[in-house]
């Protein structure tokens, strides 16, 4: 089995992303500092797949922390990078907490590719990195503009970073893969996101559905858009996950054109928040509390997905529905709150 090291491997689409790609043959082994990641989320995956994970505790701003994982793990043949902080209100907040987590632990981890001769590397960029674009929807070949925030501007240089490493390196497999929104969790609810205070859209949902949060709000309905509210691409997080197990293939089988690639990784649908929320009482049967309140900092108007190169290149397709999104996300809530109250009796 080829094995593979995941980076932010006990997060959110990091932990989706093992249970793929382990179900797919590969060997896998995870490194987390845990800062944002949690050992619920390995406990989880575990589960799900019936046997142990191996995870490092290290943190990958650190060289020779780093570098001790491929010393110990000479058969390393791939890495999937998700390690980064993605926070766009904390990253305004923190500018330099971001460029040093997000860039430093990046170049250390190019930095063993080199060493140690890894040839293939997945990168975790994001939608962010287009900005308010306006050609819509939005392929790869559109430029990229000033991003957002600083959080997008560590993807827009973490990319620019792998293509420049790929130039230096002929046998250096890059694929970025840029994510829009993704969203739900894995159908068996015993891994999904772990947030507390939540700034995202639908955690936000379900906390407010299950009462954790009194009401929500709506940043804006005053927008140029179907119904005044914002548009984005939501993605299934196993849809993400699988992504990455089929970019590895990619280059693994040599069915690249070149050694640095882009794909866009969304559905190719565009959704208001208005029918998002909409989506969710459907589906749950709950009715959401929520008020239109003011628009958001930051917030682009619309933004969604031209999927096509993905689809064709990867041999990749979108396999969740926008209702399995919100089921899933809905029942992952659940079962946080029993579990939740399994450890308030013990
Ligand atoms: C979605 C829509 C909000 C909360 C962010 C990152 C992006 C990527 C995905 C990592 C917006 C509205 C939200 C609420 C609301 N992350 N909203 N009430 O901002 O599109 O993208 O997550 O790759 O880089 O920027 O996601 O879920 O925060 O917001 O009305 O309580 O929901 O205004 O229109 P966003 P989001």
């Given amino acids: 089995m080829k094995k593979i090291l995941v980076t932010g491997g006990c997060g959110y689409i990091g932990g989706h992303t093992i249970v793929d790609l382990v179900e797919n043959g590969f060997e896998v082994i995870s490194v987390d500092d845990l800062s944002r990641g949690s050992l619920r ?6 589960k799900i797949l019936g046997k142990p994970v191996k ?7 650190d060289a020779d922390d780093t570098e001790a994982i491929f010393i110990e793990n000479p058969d390393i043949v791939g890495i999937v990078h998700f390690a980064a902080y993605k926070s766009v209100p904390e990253s305004v907040a923190a500018p330099l907490r971001y460029y040093r987590n997000n860039i430093d632990s990046l170049v250390n ?3 063993c590719a080199e060493t140690y001769k890894i040839e293939h590397f997945v990168f975790s960029s994001s939608c962010s990195v287009y ?4 050609k819509l929807p939005v392929d790869e070949t559109a430029p990229l503009s000033e991003p957002e925030s600083p959080y997008a501007r560590t993807k827009q240089i973490g990319e620019a970073i792998c293509a420049d490493f790929a130039r230096q390196h002929p046998n250096f497999n890059v694929t970025l893969l840029r994510y829009f929104n993704p969203v739900g969790a894995h159908p068996s609810a015993i891994i999904g996101e772990l947030q507390e205070k939540p700034e995202n859209l639908v955690p936000v949902i379900t906390q407010t559905a299950i009462g954790k949060r009194q009401e929500m709000q709506v940043f804006g309905n005053d927008y140029p858009t179907r119904d005044g509210s914002c548009v984005r691409d939501y993605i299934h997080v196993m849809d993400i996950a699988n992504a990455h197990t089929k970019a590895l293939l990619y280059t693994l089988d040599g069915n690249n054109t070149s050694n640095c690639e882009v794909f866009n990784l969304g559905s190719g649908d565009g959704v208001t928040v208005l029918e998002l929320i909409h989506a969710f009482e459907k589906v749950s049967g709950e009715k959401l509390n929520y008020v239109i309140g003011p628009r958001r900092a930051g917030d682009v108007v619309q933004v969604y997905a031209n999927n096509a190169k993905a689809r064709a290149l990867l041999d990749w397709d979108i396999k969740y529905t926008l209702d399995q999104m919100m089921d899933t996300a809905w029942r992952w809530e659940q079962n946080m709150k029993r579990e939740a109250a399994k450890v308030s009796m013990n």
């Fill in 41 to 46: 989320m390995h406990a989880g995956i575990e």
């Fill in 55 to 61: 995870n490092y505790k290290v943190n990958l701003c």
């Fill in 109 to 111: 981890l190019l930095q």
């Fill in 131 to 134: 900005g308010n674009t306006t």
